[in-house]
């Protein structure tokens, strides 16, 4: 059919029909031409949704990731935070909430944003987010005290949280190969995940982090006019990939309209699978934020490897400092930055069975495998640095994995008229509801030990991966 549709499209723009193209043929050669452009125009649609969501994804995470690199500097910058009536002492604490701040509206601004992208449309969402992203690292730039360094990483939390549920449900109602879509997604967000903090960790070694703040505003900037420009159908993948019943919403709906409809609408999506679902995640955000918020510290007393001057690596014109105060390299973060970077293969890996076999089956066996990998992870890292590297790739693997599992299960078990709400939902889960893992994992580490916090991680997963198995089943029972 492919070449026949070549040959007919060269046909087409050739100026006269060859002599043996008889009138009982023009028919099918109708039917090749229109069949070769609709699947020309759905590729095209497909590429550049894609294109757009896997650029706007990386710009949200490399963001994300270079904010904690600033913390060590504000700690020794900075002393008190003027309050006018008050000063409070810069402490570990402070700069916690004050950055908590931010991440905490990257989690629980999804789920508005999961709202209004069902009323306006996904690019003009992700357009804003590129944009205020970007002002808020200009903010960051020209902030003259930690008071405004708070108001620009609130402006980035709020611009950052629309994102999730307008990339996704741009991919799971635009793109026809939605698993494909949802692993090169997942592989843009770990390539930010782990280039963020190394471009800024590498930049902070030259210049001052106000300077490098203004220089990481740029590429969000550019990604913004690039997304104004992007040209793509967002419900093209609707007829042939919409999502399960459940609600009063089908799939031509536009989401809902107002705060009674949101009430009316949600209580219909919990009362359904997507229930089930929303409980994966949460576990699955919790085990996240659990697991990578002290490993850097774990992997560091495993290595036992004295920082590395930088000038042992570069000429001493280069190292800027005196020779007492010249940067070091931590080699914890960079071992660190490479098991988030391994969840690239995840993504793909992922992404790519979750066109190939039930998702429900996807998440009980990446659930299964990372609550083995938190058991074995302690007992495989003391065996030395070898090992170590081998379970941190693992984990870095199927952490990743089941991210488009759970992201084309959200895909199954909704109506693609409010796909928005439900992937606002999801990410509220994630990353709101997520959040948490890191003070558990802190309380677990400050009253028994990292045996015990191990235990918990797999303890998430296990509970994961068994909703997995409800889910599972519930697609092999007959309704």
Same mark, same amino acid.
């Given at each position: 059919m492919l070449r026949e549709f070549l040959v007919a499209r060269t046909v087409c723009h050739s100026n006269? %029909? !060859?002599l043996t193209l008889s009138a009982r043929s023009l028919p099918r050669l109708h039917m090749i031409i229109r069949v070769g452009l609709v699947r020309e125009r759905v590729n095209r649609n497909d590429r550049a949704i894609v294109a757009l969501v896997m650029l706007a994804h990386g710009m949200v995470h490399t963001y994300e990731l270079s904010i904690p690199i600033f913390v060590s500097i504000w700690l020794s910058e900075y002393t008190t935070v003027e309050l006018g009536l008050a000063a409070v002492p810069v402490t570990t604490a402070s700069l916690g909430v004050m950055v908590g701040l931010g991440f905490a509206l990257f989690g629980l601004g999804a789920l508005p944003g999961g709202v209004l992208v069902d009323r306006v449309g996904s690019k003009r969402l992700i357009v804003a987010c590129l944009a205020g992203m970007s002002a808020s690292f200009v903010l960051l730039a020209a902030a003259p005290n930690l008071v405004v360094v708070a108001l620009a990483l609130i402006l980035w939390g709020a611009a950052a949280s629309v994102y999730h549920p307008a990339?996704?449900?741009?991919?799971?109602?635009?793109?026809e190969e939605r698993g494909t879509g949802f692993a090169y997604h997942g592989i843009a967000g770990n390539l930010g995940i782990g280039f963020g903090p190394f471009l800024t960790a590498l930049l902070l070694l030259f210049f001052d982090w106000q300077l490098v703040a203004g220089v990481l505003a740029i590429p969000a900037l550019v990604a913004a006019v690039f997304a104004t420009r992007a040209d793509f159908e967002e419900q093209a993948a609707v007829t042939a990939a919409d999502g399960g019943a459940g609600t009063s919403a089908d799939k031509s709906s536009t989401g809902v309209s107002s705060l009674g409809e949101f009430f009316t609408e949600s209580r219909a999506l919990f009362a359904s699978g997507f229930a089930l679902v929303f409980a994966v995640v949460m576990f699955s955000g919790l085990y996240y934020r659990g697991v990578t918020t002290f490993l850097p510290d774990l992997i560091d007393s495993v290595l036992d490897i004295d920082p590395v001057p930088l000038s042992a690596l570069l000429p001493t014109a280069? $190292? #800027?400092?005196?020779?007492?105060?010249? #940067?070091?390299?931590e080699l914890e973060l960079y071992v660190y930055a490479g098991l988030l970077t391994i969840g $690239?293969?995840?993504?793909?890996?992922?992404g790519k069975l979750t066109d190939r076999i039930p998702t429900e089956r996807g998440l009980v066996v990446g659930f299964a495998a990372l609550a083995v990998v938190a058991?074995?992870?302690l007992p495989v890292a003391s065996l030395g640095v070898a #090992? %170590?590297?081998?379970?941190?790739?693992? %984990?870095?693997?199927? %952490?990743?994995?089941?991210?488009p599992f759970y992201q084309a299960t959200v895909a199954e078990y909704t109506p693609a008229g409010l796909r928005g709400l439900s992937y606002?939902?999801?990410y509220l889960g994630v990353f709101g509801v997520g959040a948490l893992g890191g003070a558990i994992a802190g309380f677990v580490l400050d009253v028994a030990n990292s045996t015990t916090l191990f235990l918990v991680l797999a303890g998430f997963a296990a509970a994961a991966s068994l909703l997995g198995?409800?889910?599972?089943?519930?697609?092999?029972? !007959?309704a």
């Open positions: 006269s %029909l !060859p990339g996704l449900r741009l991919i799971s109602t635009g793109v280069l $190292v #800027p400092g005196s020779a007492a105060g010249a #940067p070091t390299l $690239v293969v995840g993504q793909y890996v992922g058991v074995a992870f #090992p %170590l590297l081998a379970i941190c790739a693992l %984990l870095g693997f199927f %952490l990743f994995m089941v991210q606002g939902f999801t198995v409800t889910l599972l089943r519930k697609r092999a029972t !007959p």
